[in-house]
């Protein structure tokens, strides 16, 4: 998936090169690509909504869902996002939307089939972290600037390649073009996960301090790991293209090297800060243990 990913980003890269070797104006180029952007920024929710088959749901008909939500953003003193339920057995859950004011979010029915109240409690917890501090929209920016900055690295080129001045150095600008652009993809797909990877440890992490129980957060990350693994991996395909959304990815093993290109920690990772959170709640919360 990590090299698939790539190869898209690759593509979606030399698509636009290519508008600009056709449309011969970097300007135009950068109106559509701007407009692609702001396209995905702000119909995310509903994009991601399509995608996975969800569906928003009234307090009427998932009452213990919208009184954990209601409790949760009462606490953090947020506004409440809308609830929505995916009609899927894979356990899982997923916030979007481009700010605290328009975000989604959802729960698969095959998540609140598996889980206790305390450990559903967790993962919305960790939901509404992502939402709270604006994730999805770092997430994407972060995403689009690094297409952009191959791109301008292009533009540079490409007006000197197709500005009418042919010459024999020709072939070897044009590799210059493709090593520097491939260069600042990578760079860019690698940091961009890294900081997916970090901003999936800050919502555990606040999310364990906001329910103040990080052992039901460890108790539904390790059941929902465990349940995805069960899950034959033809019907994981269509949700990993989604996976930085989820709670935890639709992936059927524990990477290897592969880590390095997930948008997720690995689940040793994530348990390991639990445990330690887990250890300075319990430490603060012992009566003679102060000073």
């Not at 995310?44 to 088959?53: G, V, Y």
């Not at 979010?105 to 993962?123: D, I, K, N």
């Not at 072939?171 to 210059?176: D, K, L, N």
Request: hydrophobic share 50%.
């Amino acid at each position: 998936m990590g090299l698939t990913m790539f190869l898209l980003g690759l593509l979606y890269v030399g698509f636009v090169a290519a508008l600009i070797v056709l449309l011969k104006s970097w300007v135009l180029v950068v109106v559509v690509v701007g407009a692609m952007f702001v396209a995905q920024f702000w119909f995310s929710d509903k994009i991601a909504m399509f995608a996975m088959r969800g569906r928003v749901v009234e307090r009427e008909e998932y009452p213990e869902l919208h009184a954990v939500v209601d409790r949760l953003c009462a606490i953090a003193d947020m506004p409440k996002p809308v609830v929505a339920v995916s009609e899927l057995d894979m356990p899982n859950a997923f916030a979007t939307g481009r700010n605290p004011d328009h975000a989604v979010v959802c729960v698969t029915t095959g998540l609140l089939r598996r889980l206790e109240p305390a450990e559903l409690e967790g993962v919305l917890a960790h939901e509404l972290s992502h939402v709270a501090h604006k994730d999805v929209a770092v997430i994407t920016i972060a995403s689009f600037l690094g297409v952009l900055a191959g791109l301008i690295v292009r533009f540079a080129f490409y007006s000197q390649v197709f500005g009418g001045r042919r010459d024999q150095n020709t072939a070897a600008v044009m590799a210059a073009v493709l090593a520097v652009s491939v260069a600042v993809y990578a760079i860019s797909f690698l940091l961009i996960r890294a900081l997916s990877r970090y901003r999936e440890l800050a919502a555990d992490r606040a999310a364990a301090h906001l329910t103040g129980r990080p052992s039901a957060l460890a108790s539904a990350l390790t059941k929902v790991s465990g349940d995805i693994a069960r899950i034959p991996t033809k019907d994981l395909r269509t949700a990993q293209a989604f996976n930085a959304f989820f709670f935890t990815p639709a992936e059927g093993k524990e990477p290897g090297l592969e880590r390095f290109f997930s948008t997720h920690p690995t689940l040793e990772q994530r348990l390991e800060q639990l445990g330690r959170i887990s250890a300075e709640l319990g430490e603060a919360a012992t009566p003679g243990k102060a000073g």
